[in-house]
């Protein structure tokens, strides 16, 4: 099978890169790139463990072709944070220790970031019903609310004090 060339923005780093027209967006992060964040679990699209940010909106990178981001950008957990320093999101996480085995964590929390991009102050129900297309085991999805509504808290205490 022919290659294709795809030209995408990862994590703020235009790649160039080679893939067979078939090569599933999970495989080329992982396997390609060795952005290993995000994890496989059901494979099918059904638990968001996957979970990456396509132009900013999350997606399920075990269910979309590689070639779908040809041109775009995507961000992947290893692309939160600067200088050393965590996301807000990734310190709410910490801060309410919203993760136990930590699997679907990556997901979840580029799950919030897209959540809260389009809705700094989210009401819990919002909330609930954002996360609902990602599977926690392990927390019983409480710390991951209030992990949320943390994280909202510190972008608008950042925002206010700029
Ligand atoms: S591993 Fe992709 S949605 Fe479950
Ligand atoms: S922390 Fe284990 S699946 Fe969510």
């Known amino acids: 099978m022919d290659s294709i060339m795809l030209d995408i923005e990862i994590n703020g780093e235009r790649r160039t890169i080679e893939a067979a027209p078939n090569l599933m967006l999970i495989d080329l992060l992982r396997d390609g790139l060795h952005l290993k964040g995000a994890q496989v679990a059901c494979d099918a699209g059904v638990c968001g463990a996957c979970t990456v940010l396509l132009d900013r ?47 679907c964590t990556p997901g979840m929390i580029l799950l919030a970031k897209a ?13 609930r ?12 999805y409480q710390m991951i609310i209030e992990a949320i509504e943390d994280a909202a808290a510190r972008m608008a205490a950042a925002a206010g004090g700029q």
Do not use: M, W, Y
């Open 129 to 140: 019903a954002h996360i609902s297309a990602n599977i926690c085991r392990c927390t019983g």
């Open 115 to 127: 959540l809260l991009a389009e809705n700094p102050s989210p009401s819990r129900t919002q909330i």
């Open 57 to 103: 909106a999350p997606i399920s990178a075990c269910t979309t072709f590689a070639f779908v981001a040809d041109g775009r950008a995507l961000t992947t957990i290893e692309g939160l944070g600067a200088n050393g320093a965590l996301d807000p999101v990734q310190e709410a996480f910490k801060a309410k220790s919203a993760f136990q085995c930590g699997f």
